[in-house]
């Protein structure tokens, strides 16, 4: 959800009439991307209401013909209170439109998310959801997704921190990592990407969490349980809407179990599995198409050669 500071709440406008508040946006921007952001995003829910309010209008045009309370002086009053309504609709948590716009773009343009994850950790390896990997059919459902009911739910919470995600994962990665014959701090870092270290992982619609490290949505061999989520995906640089499906796992270790066989369960990942090291393998997953994000294997590896992140695994295997 979408939170507006004090100087947020003053660039927000209370009337459609109020023509400045574009320009007080432009000099936000220069201050406070996020916030100024989240303005744009209103502004555009804004703008998709009172469209569709002028389409229900113009269809209901064809009953007032004859309408002796129908005139151009009625219509004219009609359209400034649609218009009012349309801002006052879309105030506060509005339509939740404009949330969705706002994370979607955050991953889009690289813009850091506000989270409890410290200043510095956020300049050195932005940790953003990216957009989830796209399940294919496989012939058989994994070993994970039959043991995904019949275990009960564990509850696993992160602080946000390098050190806590690789302190609670690093034993888990490793042993993924070996099976597929690379460093585990690609799988860690992926993960990192995915999740943003963790606290924001997809969830139920009564808060409980799919325990779903790298983002794998659930396609029609997925025997599993799975969590339904509203996502914003762009196709063809357009923004749309879109319902999906994404495994939920009882543990994380079934999440990690259930990736390594997503991966070589499928034959256009053979040449990550062929790679000499983590980044290759990385870059191979998407070249294969993993995620839709051009920038993907960029912002992985950004993550996984931090210093945060170096240290964290080196005092892991120290101990």
């Known amino acids: 959800m979408m939170q507006s500071s004090a100087l947020t709440r003053s660039v927000s406008s209370d009337a459609y009439t109020d023509l400045n508040s574009l320009n007080a946006i432009r000099s936000l921007g220069r201050s406070d991307k996020n916030a100024a952001l989240e303005e744009v995003a209103k502004q555009f ?3 998709l209401v009172r469209m569709m309010m002028k389409s229900m209008r113009d269809a209901n045009e064809v009953f007032a013909k004859g309408n002796m309370l129908s005139s151009p002086t009625t219509s004219m009053y009609q359209q400034m209170y649609d218009d009012q ?13 404009g949330d969705l716009m706002v994370k979607q773009l955050q991953r889009r343009f690289g813009i850091e998310q506000q989270d409890n994850t410290s200043a510095k ?7 953003e959801q990216s957009t989830p990997a796209q399940s294919t059919p496989a012939p058989l459902p994994s070993a994970a997704a039959v043991q995904a ?16 995600f690789v302190n609670k994962l690093y034993a888990m990665a490793k042993t993924a990592a070996d099976k597929l014959a690379i460093e585990p701090k690609a799988l860690l870092a992926q993960a990192a990407l995915e999740t943003g270290w963790g606290k924001k992982m997809t969830q139920a619609s009564n808060g409980e969490s799919s325990l779903n490290l790298f983002n794998i949505k659930a396609s029609s061999d997925w025997q599993g349980d799975t969590v339904s ?15 999906a499906n994404f495994r939920s796992y009882n543990n994380i270790q079934q999440s990690f179990d259930d990736y390594v066989d997503f991966i070589m369960g499928r034959g256009r990942y053979d040449k990550a599995l062929q790679a000499k090291d983590g980044e290759q393998y990385i870059q191979e997953l998407a070249k294969a198409g993993y995620a839709t994000d051009p920038k993907y294997a960029e912002k992985i590896m950004r993550i996984a050669n ?5 240290n964290a695994i080196a005092s892991v295997e120290v101990n």
């Open 149 to 164: 009911t019949e275990a009960v739910k564990e509850t696993v919470s992160f602080d946000g921190t390098v050190s806590d």
């Open 121 to 127: 950790q956020q300049e050195l390896i932005r940790p």
């Open 85 to 97: 309504l349309a801002v006052s609709l879309t105030k506060g948590r509005g339509m939740g439109i």
């Open 229 to 243: 989520v509203a996502t914003l995906e762009f196709k063809n640089n357009l923004p749309v809407q879109e319902q």
């Open 306 to 310: 931090s210093s945060a992140m170096n």
């Open 45 to 47: 829910e804004s703008m």
